[in-house]
T-cell receptor, first 112, second 115 residues
Framework: QKEVEQNSGPLSVPEGAIASLNCTYS??????FFWYRQYSGKSPELIMS????GDKEDGRFTAQLNKASQYVSLLIRDSQPSDSATYLC????????????FGTGTRLQVTL | NAGVTQTPKFRILKIGQSMTLQCTQD?????MYWYRQDPGMGLKLIYY???????DKGEVPNGYNVSRSTTEDFPLRLELAAPSQTSVYFC??????????????FGPGTRLTVL
C-alpha cells in the first residue's frame, strides 16, 4: 500500500510568518511530487510541483524534496490570511497512468 | 474552455437508489479520474481512464462503475447507493505525462448524501 502522510493540523501561524508543511511518502520509486491547496467547499488547485532533489521557489512558495529521506515540504513565506486552507501533498509513484496518491492534508490557519 | 465540469452539484439519494455523476472536460485530455473525499480526509481514487474505451480500478472501486465512450466524458455510476457512499466526488483530468509533469485539473465536485 503506497502511503502519503501529513500532519492533519491545524497549523496556526501569525500573519507574516513562515508556514512549514511536511509530507512523507512510502514508495521509493516515486517520481513527481505536488502540493495542492483546497479551500473549504472547493476543489483542489495545484500550487507547486517538484521532481528533483532540492528546492524550488515560486513567489512566496518554496517546495523542498529529499528523495533519500522520502520527504517533501512546502514553505509559505509572509503568510497571509488568504493562505488559510488545507494543503494536500500528492505523489506520483512508479508506474503509468499518472495516478496520484494524496495525503489527508494539513489545515493551515493564518491568524491576524 | 470550461475546463472540467461536473453535474449535479448536490444530490440526496435514498438507500438502494442509483444515479450517474456526470463529468466532462473540453481540454482534449486523455487521462481522467474519479475521486471521493470524505470529511477531513484526502482524496481516494475510485476509477481512472487513460483514453476512450479504457478504464481501470483505483483504490476504492466497490459500489461504482464507469465508462469512457468519448475523450470528453467520464460518467460515474452508483448502483444500490449506501450511506457509506456519502461523500464529495471530484472528477479530474490531465494530458499524458510530459517529463513527469502531471497537473491534474479538478472539477467543482458533486456533494452526495445517501440517507
Amino acid at each position: 500500500q503506497k502511503e502519503v502522510e501529513q500532519n492533519s493540523g491545524p497549523l496556526s501561524v501569525p500573519e507574516g510568518a513562515i508556514a512549514s508543511l511536511n509530507c512523507t511518502y512510502s514508495d521509493r520509486g516515486s517520481q513527481s511530487f505536488f502540493w495542492y491547496r483546497q479551500y473549504s467547499g472547493k476543489s483542489p488547485e495545484l500550487i507547486m510541483s517538484i521532481y528533483s532533489n532540492g528546492d524550488k521557489e515560486d513567489g512566496r512558495f518554496t517546495a523542498q524534496l529529499n528523495k533519500a529521506s522520502q520527504y517533501v515540504s512546502l514553505l509559505i513565506r509572509d503568510s497571509q490570511p488568504s493562505d488559510s486552507a488545507t494543503y494536500l501533498c500528492a505523489v506520483k509513484g512508479s508506474g503509468t497512468a499518472s495516478k496520484l496518491t494524496f495525503g489527508t492534508g494539513t489545515r493551515l490557519q493564518v491568524t491576524l | 474552455n470550461a475546463g472540467v465540469t461536473q453535474t449535479p452539484k448536490f444530490r440526496i439519494l435514498k438507500i438502494g437508489q442509483s444515479m450517474t455523476l456526470q463529468c466532462t472536460q473540453d481540454m482534449n485530455h486523455n487521462y481522467m479520474y474519479w475521486y471521493r473525499q470524505d470529511p477531513g480526509m484526502g482524496l481516494k481514487l475510485i476509477y481512472y481512464s487513460v483514453g476512450a474505451g479504457i478504464t481501470d480500478k483505483g483504490e476504492v472501486p466497490n459500489g461504482y462503475n464507469v465508462s469512457r465512450s468519448t475523450t470528453e466524458d467520464f460518467p460515474l455510476r452508483l448502483e444500490l447507493a449506501a450511506p457509506s457512499q456519502t461523500s464529495v466526488y471530484f472528477c479530474a483530468s490531465n494530458p499524458p505525462d510530459t517529463r513527469g509533469v502531471n497537473e491534474q485539473f479538478f472539477g467543482p465536485g458533486t456533494r452526495l448524501t445517501v440517507l
